[in-house]
């Protein structure tokens, strides 16, 4: 909540303040090309609960300037520079995760990639020098963690690995986004994953995996591991629903329900 970044002198070992951001600090921050500016990530106030935010601040004036959008509905989890005057940032914006590029000196950002097009969400990536080409991490509902390629300004990407194959002699269940409303009228988002070999009008166990929030979400990707079994459950006859946002911090135990899609 109360990190804030300084500069290090080598010769003398002194320590000077650079930013000075109202909240929570991202681990991620990167000097311009010419070491003039610094982009980090960041909250917006103090009470935010993640580092939503992406800044640029000028060295030797100490001007910053907020480069998000206003009202950003999503979270700023890292940001890199991609030429001098240019901010590449990689966002999660519901259960999807994107790229945009945005002018160091503020402006309209560009996405340049969506994973709602690829169906691949993805997170960590990796540039060719000149900026043309990326390798990927990302997964999708039926895909785990493998490595992609992309050629910058394609929509679509191409996997390069297949590390789990026995997976296509597997049955899966389908994982389908959600949309629902609280009672504030907040459109909140969640995935379910219907059972292997659902059959519409049959009733089904429901069991609810919630994550507790308020920091941190599930994405449309690859949700299944060793402590939140959704696949396994889906192959066992169980509908599993993942809720995208709690509002509140909650220790529950996994109880089984019954399975009813919003509005009927």
């Not at 969400?121 to 509902?141: C, I």
């Amino acid at each position: 909540m109360f990190k804030k970044i300084y500069l290090l002198d080598l010769k003398s070992q002194r320590l000077e303040p650079l930013t000075d951001n109202p909240g929570k600090l991202g681990k991620s921050h990167h000097f311009s090309p010419d070491g003039s500016k610094l982009v980090y990530t960041a909250a917006l106030y103090q009470n935010d609960h993640s580092e939503s935010q992406v800044y640029v601040i000028d060295i030797k004036t100490k001007e910053q300037k907020n480069l998000t959008i206003p009202g950003f509905r999503g979270d700023v989890e890292w940001a890199v520079w991609k030429d001098p005057s240019t901010v590449l940032y990689y966002a999660s914006e519901g259960v999807w995760s994107t790229l945009s590029l945005v002018p160091a000196s503020g402006g309209k950002r560009e996405i340049i990639l969506d994973s709602k097009a690829t169906g691949i969400n993805f997170k960590a990536a990796s540039f060719s020098n000149d900026s043309r080409y990326a390798a990927l991490a990302g997964s999708s509902p039926q895909i785990p963690s493998e490595l992609f390629y992309w050629k910058v300004g394609q929509e679509q990407v191409k996997q390069l690995t297949n590390l789990n194959p026995w997976l296509s002699q597997r049955k899966l269940g389908k994982q389908e986004v959600i949309r629902y409303k609280a009672r504030d009228g907040l459109e909140i988002e969640g995935l379910l994953v219907y059972p292997v070999d659902y059959r519409e009008g049959q009733a089904y166990p429901l069991i609810v995996i919630v994550h507790g929030g308020p920091d941190s979400h599930y994405s449309n990707s690859w949700i299944t591991r060793y402590s939140e079994p959704g696949q396994v459950l889906a192959g066992e006859g169980y509908a599993v629903f993942y809720p995208i946002i709690v509002q509140y911090r909650v220790w529950s135990s996994i109880r089984p329900g019954r399975l009813q899609r919003p509005g009927g």
